[in-house]
C-alpha cells in the first residue's frame, strides 16, 4: 500500500473526511472559514504587528492615546513601543508576548470594554521595568547619583522606575477623551495620495508668497 493510501485511510479512519453526499458543503465550509481568515487578516492589517512601526499599535483607536502621547516625548527618537513593551531576553519570547498582548487587546476593543484610561497589566509591567533597566542601566548605576538623588540605591531596586519618572514617555494625561486627535495620518487606513494640508489651504499659502 502506498503512502498517499495510507494517508487516505487514516483521514478516513478518524472521521476527517465527511461522508460522500456532505462533502460539497464541507468544502464551502472550510473555504468560507479560510476565506473569512484571510479577510480578517487584510481588515485588521495584522502583517504590520511582526514589524517595528509604531503606528501599528493604532491600527484601532485603542492605543491612539499612547501613540499621541509618545509622539510629543522624548523618547520618540530613540524608542518604540517594542523597545519598551515586549521582552528582548530572546525572539520567541518576544512574539509570544506581542502575540498574547494583541489578542487581548484586539478582544478588549472588540468588545468595546476598552477603558478610558489603560493601565499596565502585571506581566507588562515587568516587561516595561526590565527595559527600563536594561536601556539605563549606566544611569541605575551611576554612583553619583547617590549624591544627588536621595534613597536612590533602594529605590531603584523596590520600585518601579516611573513611580518617581511618572510623565515619561506618555506624559500627564492619557484618557481616550482628553488627548485629543493625531493629525499625522495613520498609514494602515489612510490612502497612499493623502495630505495633511487640503487643497485650498495650499492655495492661499501659495497666494501669500507671491
Not at 483521514?11 to 480578517?40: D, N
Not at 531603584?156 to 514617555?169: G, M, S
Amino acid at each position: 500500500m502506498g503512502k498517499r493510501q495510507q494517508f487516505k485511510r487514516k483521514l478516513f479512519q478518524y472521521s476527517l473526511v465527511p461522508p460522500r453526499k456532505w462533502r460539497p458543503y464541507a468544502t464551502i465550509l472550510v473555504a468560507a472559514i479560510f476565506g473569512l481568515g484571510l479577510y480578517l487578516f487584510r481588515l485588521s492589517n495584522a502583517a504590520s504587528y511582526l514589524s517595528d512601526d509604531p503606528q501599528a499599535c493604532v491600527n484601532c483607536h485603542l492605543m491612539t492615546p499612547q501613540y499621541i502621547t509618545w509622539t510629543h516625548s522624548s523618547h520618540r527618537e530613540v524608542a518604540h513601543c517594542n523597545d519598551c513593551h515586549v521582552p528582548h531576553d530572546n525572539v520567541f519570547n518576544q512574539y509570544y508576548f506581542k502575540a498574547k498582548d494583541g489578542l487581548y487587546h484586539a478582544s478588549v476593543f472588540t468588545l468595546r470594554a476598552e477603558p478610558q484610561v489603560i493601565k499596565a497589566r502585571q506581566p507588562s509591567i515587568e516587561v516595561i521595568q526590565n527595559n527600563c533597566i536594561r536601556c539605563h542601566e549606566d544611569q541605575v548605576t551611576d554612583a553619583k547619583l547617590v549624591g544627588v538623588v536621595n534613597n536612590h540605591i533602594p529605590h531603584r531596586t523596590d520600585r518601579i522606575c516611573w513611580e518617581c519618572h511618572r510623565e515619561v514617555p506618555h506624559g500627564k494625561i492619557r484618557s481616550l477623551a482628553s488627548v485629543g486627535h493625531q493629525i499625522e495620518p495613520i498609514r494602515a487606513h489612510a490612502p497612499p495620495d493623502l495630505e495633511i494640508i487640503p487643497q485650498w489651504l495650499k492655495e492661499s499659502m501659495q497666494k501669500s508668497k507671491q
